[in-house]
């Protein structure tokens, strides 16, 4: 039995395939079987992988006769009944490992007796060989020790890493024990709630600062390039996700850090809608933003770090108002808004005077504007309402960015 099973998943990526495989079969770890799941391709794909197959023992083709609907859930879990090495890794057929990835992976996971394993990895877009830092770079910065015991603080920190699996390892036996696969269905980015199974599940993650995968990015046919409804199905693993922590007793501790990550969801997904889907965008996030207070949404914006474009984007939500939703989609701002009069404050008054404001205004806007009540009066300054008036500066700099790139257009 070998110690690592790779599984391979590919659909249409006859360009990328053999580079690809080539990574993956030239690995200084070699103890491996390399599953590699055709999910019913019409071009040369299957025969690519039977050409490698009859090259190399290790590879193991499973080739699957039709596309399954949505992303690449059914291929990945086949990949998985098949697997019989004690570590499982990942690979997306379009993209390039480094020669040690995987040893690197393996060697961290078994040194810190970890049922996980994690690198860092870089974008590339399709026809460029420049590399883009991804969206968790910044996070790597807190991480100085090998492995971490996946506490509830831990585990909060590792949740908001971006949910891709192939720059992971996973313990087999942590997948078979917890019935842990993708689900499945029609809508893609099932990665994330497998993410969370396995956080949720595993007893520490070994961490590997390096870059071991290269990821492509804008390719044709690729789920990012999407630009239609079919993106909010995204959404859809909110409501996985939020099942699971009921089911586990763990909703009261995770509940804000899955709302942060349908707020992460609703910022980059909110750039591509066009505007005749905005609406069905708006009732979509409405389903979500309906298990949640308006307590649990500024906890959630704190604890993502979301600034002002977030924050009203989400206040208009809570307010159920489609009108404030798609001015913040615009990005139009007036100088009689709300938030504008707000920085005028924060702008022409002394620092006294301006926490006394910004308490008064921002607790008749937390709670008349967004909970439908008068609010009563107020002593002090709590955090919250600080946290508000650093959203009334952001939402002053997002328009000076506006304005700049508009000028550079």
Wanted: hydrophobic share 40%.
């Amino acid at each position: 039995m070998a110690e690592l099973s790779i599984i391979v998943t590919s659909y249409n990526v006859e360009s990328y395939l053999a580079e690809c495989l080539d990574s993956i079969v030239n690995q200084t770890f070699t103890d491996t079987e390399i599953i590699v799941v055709d999910d019913g391709s019409s071009d040369s794909s299957p025969a690519i992988i039977r050409e490698y197959a009859a090259r190399d023992e290790r590879i193991v083709p499973v080739l699957l006769g039709t596309n399954s609907p949505g992303g690449v859930a059914t291929a990945a879990n086949a990949g998985l009944d098949r697997a019989t090495s004690p570590w499982v890794g990942f690979a997306d057929g379009d993209d390039v490992f480094e020669p040690q990835a995987f040893e690197r992976l393996v060697w961290a996971a078994t040194a810190h007796d970890a049922d996980l394993a994690m690198g860092d990895y870089r974008e590339f877009t399709d026809g460029s060989r420049e590399l883009l830092l991804p969206a968790d770079e910044r996070r790597w910065a807190d991480l100085d020790e090998g492995a971490y015991p996946l506490t509830e603080e831990n585990t909060h920190r590792f949740l908001r890493f971006v949910a891709v699996p192939w720059r992971k390892l996973y313990r087999r036996a942590l997948l078979e024990e917890h019935h842990i696969r993708f689900p499945v269905g029609d809508y893609f980015f099932e990665d994330n709630p497998f993410h969370w199974f396995c956080l949720l599940q595993a007893n520490s993650i070994a961490v590997v600062p390096d870059v071991l995968c290269h990821h492509r990015v804008s390719r044709v046919g690729q789920t990012m390039q999407t630009a239609d409804e079919r993106l909010f199905r995204i959404f859809e693993h909110h409501e996985t996700i939020h099942r699971f922590l009921q089911g586990t007793g763990r909703l009261d501790l995770y509940k804000t850090t899955l709302l942060a990550w349908a707020i992460s969801q609703m910022e980059w997904i909110s750039r591509r809608t066009p505007i005749p889907l905005r609406k069905q965008f708006f009732e979509v996030l409405r389903g979500i933003f309906a298990h949640y207070t308006i307590a649990d949404v500024n906890k959630a914006l704190t604890e993502g770090s979301k600034g002002a474009y977030s924050r009203q984007l989400s206040l208009a939500l809570m307010r159920n108002n489609f009108p404030d939703f798609n001015r913040a989609l615009d990005g139009t701002t007036t100088k009689q808004s709300p938030l504008v009069r707000g920085w005028y404050h924060l702008r022409y008054s002394g620092p006294k005077r301006t926490a006394q404001m910004t308490a008064k205004y921002a607790v008749q806007q937390i709670e008349r504007r967004t909970i439908g009540r008068p609010g009563p009066a107020q002593k002090g300054v709590t955090n919250e309402q600080l946290l508000f008036a650093m959203a009334v500066l952001e939402e002053r700099l997002d328009g000076i960015e506006r304005q700049l790139r508009e000028q550079r257009s």
